[in-house]
T-cell receptor, first 113, second 115 residues
């Protein structure tokens, strides 16, 4: 069965600091992996997705993630945090022939001035 | 291009009542899926529809049901509401269903409060 684990329910960084949000997946086959962001009282917005085309994936708003099969990880990073990055971030995995996403528990990112 | 539209955005019901939530996908999208978001359980998959057929169903009781119409619009229904059904219900649509990397576009959700 597929699953994802997000380490750290809360992450706090200073504005301008590196953002690192961790996600580890469990899948018996190469997965499709996603990172979504959710702002208060809103739905989910796709940040980036891994589709096996490239291990380093660049997304919107300066975010990127690297797929590491050896570590079963898909961590999300951003070199310099901005106040507007404060939100909740979800890692998700999807199988084949389905739109069913399995989400991690989420990481709330706080950015301090 | 209009996004995924969910109605109503907010609603309050009492235990034992039923509720129907509506989702209009992005024009041209034929796949619709539903998710429940609660503080305790996080984001959980409810069901997905493609061309009016339910393709997958999550681990929810039979009180939760859904359907998709020929115009791809979808509704979900929860009968005999319980306090634990209070949640944000999110709908997502995508252009393709099969296997691929098609992006799911989410609506802003319907926030249900059960008193």
């Amino acid at each position: 069965a597929q699953s994802v684990t997000q380490l750290g329910s809360h992450v706090s960084v200073s504005e301008g600091a590196l953002v690192l949000l961790r996600c580890n997946y469990s899948s018996s086959v190469p997965p499709y992996l996603f990172w979504y962001v959710q702002y208060p009282n809103q739905g989910l917005q796709l940040l980036l997705k891994y589709t096996s085309a490239a291990t380093l994936v660049k997304g919107i708003n300066g975010f990127e993630a690297e797929f590491k099969k050896s570590e079963t990880s898909f961590h999300l990073t951003k070199p310099s945090a901005h106040m507007s990055d404060a939100a909740e971030y979800f890692c998700a995995v999807r199988g084949f022939n389905t739109d069913k996403l399995i989400f991690g528990t989420g990481t709330r990112l706080q950015v301090f001035p | 291009k209009a996004g995924v539209t969910q109605t109503p955005r907010y609603l309050i019901k009492t235990r034992g009542q039923q509720v129907t939530l509506s989702c209009s996908p992005i024009s041209g999208h034929r796949s619709v899926s539903w998710y429940q978001q609660t503080p305790g359980q996080g984001l959980q998959f409810l069901f997905e529809y493609f061309s009016e057929t339910q393709r997958n169903k999550g681990n929810f009781p039979g009180r939760f049901s859904g359907r998709q119409f020929s115009n791809s619009r979808s509704e979900m229904n929860v009968s005999t509401l319980e306090l634990g059904d209070s949640a944000l219900y999110l709908c997502a649509s995508s252009l393709v269903l099969a296997g691929g990397t098609g992006e799911l576009f989410f609506g802003e959700g319907s926030r249900l409060t059960v008193l």
